[in-house]
């Protein structure tokens, strides 16, 4: 990822006028203790298995994501001219932390781990106009016994 002193001017001060309201410390939601939640991912980084639909700008479409994948059956369609791809490259777990996820699974921190995750490609498209596919993918999540997301903006 590019560094926010490296960016044009003109970015860099588009960035920075971005409006980030704080959040309050208490969670939206109650639940059960982490170690007996079903954990979901949901990354913006445009990725898809080998073989799916690339994503295309402004569509607010999402691909889903099967939990036993390999990094390497993934491909980034993110169409961002600014977005760098190194990380990605390097290592999956920079956009989508899977095997961090396995790894807090097998320790005990968190109960399970999703069926699927599902990923957005988050350039060109305002998120207002993402609520009924956001309302779609909060359902297959309920079909799926999710009760934590964590989710990887990219």
């Known amino acids: 990822m590019v560094r926010l002193n490296e960016l044009p001017e003109h970015e860099r001060d588009h960035l920075l006028s971005k409006e980030c309201p704080p ?14 939640r079903r954990v979901a991912l949901i990354t913006s980084a445009g990725l898809h298995r080998r073989g799916d639909q690339h994503f295309y700008t402004r569509t607010g ?4 994501i099967p939990s036993d994948i390999e990094g390497r059956e993934l491909v980034m369609s993110q169409v961002s001219v600014n977005f760098d ?12 932390p899977i095997d961090r ?4 699974h097998q320790d005990g921190v968190i109960g399970s781990i999703a069926t699927h995750h599902y990923s957005f490609m ?11 596919t956001a309302r779609e993918v909060a ?15 990219v």
């Open 139 to 153: 359902a297959l999540l309920r079909q799926d016994g999710v009760d934590a997301v964590l989710l990887t903006p």
């Open 85 to 96: 791809r190194t990380g990605f490259q390097q290592d999956i777990n920079v956009v989508l």
């Open 61 to 64: 479409a999402y691909r889903v």
């Open 122 to 132: 988050g350039a060109g498209i305002m998120p207002e106009k993402l609520e009924p």
């Open 101 to 104: 996820l396995r790894g807090l």
């Open 23 to 36: 959040f309050a410390t208490q969670p939206w939601v109650t639940g059960p203790p982490l170690a007996q």
